[in-house]
C-alpha cells in the first residue's frame, strides 16, 4: 500500500468522545471516498467505531475495484490507530468475511462480532451492524444479491443524472434515497428493521442501539430504547458521534471540503431517562 500524504493545512475541527460510521462500502464505485476521508482528516476522537460494510466483499469478489482514494482512507484510519485511537471493527454481511477473525486486532484495528459502548453519562448502547435482523439477507440471501445489483444501478443512474444537474448548477438528488423514503413497501422495511434491532437491545437490557445496514441516518426513541442509525458513505454521508457530554448527534457530510453541519441531535439521557441504569453486564453472546 503506498502511504498516506497528509496535507500539513488540514487540522482536526470536530472534536467528540466517540464516533461511529458504517456501509462505506470501499471496493465499489458508489463510495464517496474522497469525502470521507476529509471528514477522517478533520475528526478527531477517542474512540471510531467501524459499524460493519466497511469493505464491500459482494461487489470486489464480482469485479475488481480498488482506487488509490480506497487505500487512502484504509490508512487513514490505521494511522488514526497508531495515534492512540481506539478502533473497533464490526463486520457486516458486505465484509462477512471478517468475522472469521473475531477477537483479533489487525493494525491496532480490533475486531468484534459486537459490543457494548457506556456514554460519559453512563448510558449503555449495544453496537451491531443489524444484518442479522434483516428478513432478506438471512432467509433469502440470493434475494439480497439481486437487492444489491439493482441498488448498484441505481447508484450508477445516479452518478449520471447527478453529474447533468452539476452542470445545470442543482444540488445532489438521490434517487434511492427518495425510493426508500416514498415507497410504501420499502418504509415498511426500515421500519420493521428499526423496531426488531430496538427490541433485541431492550431484550439485551441496553439503553439504546446504534447499527448501520440500511443506509438511513436516524435518532429516535422507539418503545423506551434509543434507536441509532450513523447512516452510510455512499449517499447520505453521515456519521453519528457523542459529544464530550454524551449528547448524541448525526453530522452530515455530504460535501466535500465542508465542515460537517449538525443534522440531528438527541441527549441519551432525555430520550431514554425512563429506563433505569441496570448493573448487570450487557448479554452480547
Known amino acids: 500500500m503506498n502511504a498516506l500524504s497528509e496535507p500539513l ?55 475488481w475495484y480498488w482506487p488509490q482514494s480506497h487505500n487512502d482512507v484504509v490508512q487513514k484510519i490505521l494511522r488514526k490507530a497508531r495515534k492512540g485511537t481506539r478502533v473497533v471493527f464490526i463486520p457486516g454481511n458486505h465484509d462477512e468475511f471478517a468475522r472469521r ?15 457494548e459502548h457506556v456514554t460519559v453519562d453512563g448510558r449503555r448502547l449495544w453496537v451491531t451492524h443489524g444484518d442479522l435482523f434483516d428478513g432478506v439477507v438471512q432467509c433469502a440471501p440470493w434475494l439480497a444479491h439481486v437487492g444489491d445489483a439493482a441498488y448498484e444501478t441505481a447508484l450508477r443512474l ?73 447512516g452510510d458513505w455512499v449517499e447520505s454521508l453521515t456519521a453519528l458521534v457523542e459529544q464530550p457530554d454524551g449528547r448524541l448527534e448525526i453530522l452530515d457530510f455530504a460535501t466535500p471540503g465542508r465542515h460537517p453541519v449538525r443534522a440531528r441531535s438527541a441527549s441519551t439521557r432525555e430520550a431514554v431517562a425512563d429506563m433505569p441504569l441496570r448493573p448487570e453486564p450487557l448479554d452480547v453472546a
Do not use: M
Not at 475541527?13 to 458504517?22: C, F, K, L, N, Q
Not at 464505485?29 to 469493505?55: H, M, N, S, W
Open 158 to 230: 445516479n452518478r449520471w443524472f447527478n453529474a447533468v444537474r452539476a452542470r445545470l448548477g442543482l444540488p445532489y438528488w438521490s434517487l434511492s434515497r427518495y425510493l426508500k423514503l416514498k415507497v410504501k413497501r420499502a418504509v415498511s422495511y426500515v421500519g420493521d428493521f428499526e423496531a426488531a434491532v430496538a427490541r433485541e437491545a431492550r431484550r439485551r437490557g441496553a439503553h439504546g442501539v446504534v447499527c448501520g445496514h440500511i443506509h438511513h441516518a436516524e435518532i429516535r426513541e422507539i418503545d423506551g430504547v434509543l434507536y441509532c442509525n450513523d
Open 9 to 63: 493545512d488540514v487540522e482536526p475541527v470536530v472534536r467528540v468522545r466517540t464516533v461511529w460510521i458504517s456501509d462505506l462500502h470501499l471496493g465499489t464505485p458508489g463510495c464517496q471516498a474522497d469525502a470521507l476521508l476529509d471528514f477522517l482528516r478533520r475528526v478527531d476522537c477517542e474512540t471510531l467505531y467501524l459499524v460493519g460494510d466497511i469493505i464491500d466483499g459482494w461487489q470486489l469478489r464480482r469485479s
Open 101 to 115: 477473525y473475531l477477537q483479533h486486532s489487525f493494525g491496532g484495528v480490533e475486531v468484534l462480532e459486537d459490543c
